[in-house]
């Protein structure tokens, strides 16, 4: 993506406001155009002083006095609504930003780290911002003084103004050249930070792994050699554009001096007045300002457009899942389940799932099991869209998920993780998450159905007790039976256990598994199952291996195939249930 395709791309994201935009643009090509008329104004009242010109000074006086109150005016107006657009239109572009990227399928999240994104997000909005305030303020006044000033210059005096021709051409050829010799590094540069962001947010996001394993020395070192390359790429760069600002001043100090010396000997001749030498110095200074401002411009978008091409990457990348508001709605359900000959894979040429079909009727309980890796989390994943299938469909009650709005699927399944992902906020508001319009009564009502109630309110601040990042101020089985509310709230009619209680301890398991029983009732329930009680309970057992359903049925059926799954629950692949503590039972 060009340098210039990326700044069309910033100006078009002021199209929801671009009536004032465009006014604010209008203005300040007022303001270029009072820009223009100072140095002729002022010359003229040179020569008028001079008596050159009939009239006097102080008409002409007058007139500078006009134009100038004009500028004030405008000038006020531009500086009160630039900077409010600019900050209103960061606002949105984050928010726009924040709501593309948490959609984007799973699978690209796997691919790039939060840290990443975060810096993304916040680049690119800063430099949009940047580049909006320099658009409304100065980038096309400064284009336009400059193709405006050239041709006046030369109706007052072609040799003179052949000297500001010079000039322009050097600032014109010093850029391009700067452009041209460092803009890969450039990008090198932009893509060390980018790795700089990763790793920190990698170390504050395993805290307690660096300090117990004693890693704070390690990941400092490491950090400043990756801060030693971010330099050694960066100043080569810096270095290129400091030579163009030294050659640039020195241009511009030349040309003026030229300029003097010219004028004086053209007004010898008899060829120019003084005022018209005074304008000209006048037109010079002004285009070295303008130029100096393009240069600062064009300098500014060479450095930023490497995260802008990031951020507006991110932008364009496509949610594999569609259906977002666009299809219809999953109409009330009562949670019947089929999988049609499915087949899905990550990559090309890496198959997870080969031709899965089963059926399940409403309100039963299906249990997953298999070895590592055999797909059981995959398949359920298809049920709630992180992914779609490459082949095959899958139903709920005869509806094709694909062809109905996604987050009216995703309304009707609530889903127990092995990790809570609890939120840096209050218990209730993590609760919430499940229903954010719920009542106090109907949260605390789903806390006790999934037994946190009383841990809950025995907490500094009960329900509005801030929990950790990620959790880490509660324990396991704490933040589990956060997560079991948080589904209890949610009162979907299928429900998907993703190995809900395999990280925790027995008696902490207990407790929870007597929670997910609660939830589970009158649900089509999906469980991946490690427990020997909730695969002989299951109204159906399916059982995985490298991606294909090998066996499917009930317990005892099962076990007299003598299978796959005969073979897993002889080896006690399934775990005893625990006991609740305090349980008097053996």
């Keep these: ?201 990698d170390v504050f996001g395993n805290v307690l792994v660096v300090q117990t394993y004693t890693r704070i020395a390690a990941e400092v070192a490491e950090l400043k050699a990756l801060g030693a390359q971010v330099l050694a790429a960066q100043y080569p760069v810096l270095s290129g554009w400091a030579w163009l600002s030294v050659a640039n001043r020195t241009a511009s100090t030349l040309t003026v001096v030229a300029i003097f010396a010219l004028g004086s000997a053209l007004h010898g001749q008899g060829e120019v007045s003084v005022g018209t030498i005074v304008s000209f110095v006048g037109f010079a200074l002004m285009l070295i300002g303008r130029l100096d401002q393009f240069s600062n411009f064009i300098s500014t978008l060479f450095f930023e457009v490497p995260s802008l091409r990031d951020f507006f990457t991110v932008l364009d990348t496509p949610a594999a899942i569609r259906g977002h508001g666009t299809a219809p709605r999953l109409p009330p359900i009562k949670g019947s389940v089929a999988f049609e000959h499915v087949s899905f894979g990550y990559q090309a040429g890496q198959v997870a799932l080969h031709d ?87 949260l605390e009502n789903a806390a006790r159905a999934a037994q946190a109630h009383d841990f809950i309110v025995v907490k500094p601040e009960g329900y509005a007790t801030l929990v950790a990042e990620r959790g880490r101020s509660l324990s396991g089985g704490e933040r589990q039976r956060v997560s079991v509310a948080r589904a209890m709230l949610k009162d979907s009619p299928i429900l998907i256990l993703d190995e809900a209680t395999s990280a925790l301890d027995n008696s902490t398991e207990a407790r929870v598994q007597a929670a997910l029983e609660a939830l589970t009732h009158a649900r089509t329930t999906f469980v991946i199952a490690h427990r020997l009680s909730t695969v002989r309970n299951a109204d159906l057992i399916l059982v995985l291996d490298h991606g294909r359903l090998v066996e499917q049925g009930r317990y005892r059926e099962l076990v ?23 349980d008097a039972s053996p």
């Design 356 to 442: 899965i079909s089963f059926s399940v009727p409403a309100g039963s309980t299906v249990a997953l099991v298999g070895p590592t890796g055999a797909g059981k989390t995959t398949a359920l994943a298809l049920l709630y869209r992180a992914y779609d299938p490459s082949a095959g469909r899958i139903t709920i009650d005869g509806i094709d998920i694909k062809t109905v709005d996604v987050d009216s699927l995703r309304e009707n399944i609530a889903v127990v993780f092995q990790d809570p992902g609890l939120f840096y906020r209050s218990i209730a508001d993590n609760i919430r998450i499940g229903k954010p319009e719920a009542t106090a009564k109907e």
């Design 560 to 582: 007299e195939r003598g299978g796959m799954f005969a073979e897993l629950d002889r080896q006690g692949r399934f775990r005893e249930d625990a006991a609740v503590p305090g």
């Design 1 to 201: 993506m060009s340098h210039l395709r990326v700044y069309f791309r910033v100006i078009a994201l002021l199209g929801p406001e671009r009536a004032l935009a465009i006014f604010l643009l209008l203005l300040n090509l007022l303001l270029a155009g009072i820009f223009l008329l100072e140095p002729w104004l002022f010359g003229h009242v040179v020569d008028a002083l001079a008596g050159h010109l009939a009239g006097g000074a102080r008409r002409w006086i007058a007139w500078w006095a006009l134009v100038g109150l004009v500028g004030v005016v405008a000038g006020t107006w531009v500086s009160l609504h630039a900077d409010r657009l600019a900050h209103r239109r960061r606002v949105a572009v984050i928010t726009r930003f924040f709501e593309h990227a948490i959609a984007l399928p799973l699978s690209y999240h796997g691919q790039h780290h939060t840290g990443r994104l975060l810096r993304i997000m916040q680049n690119g909005s800063s430099n949009l911002f940047g580049l909006w305030l320099g658009f409304m303020r100065e980038h096309l006044a400064t284009l336009l003084s400059i193709l405006v000033m050239l041709p006046l210059a030369f109706t007052m005096n072609w040799k003179l103004a052949l000297l500001m021709v010079a000039l322009l051409s050097t600032y014109s050829v010093g850029n391009a050249i700067a452009m041209h010799r460092t803009g890969t590094a450039q990008g090198r540069v932009e893509q060390l930070h980018n790795e700089l962001a990763e790793r920190t947010s």
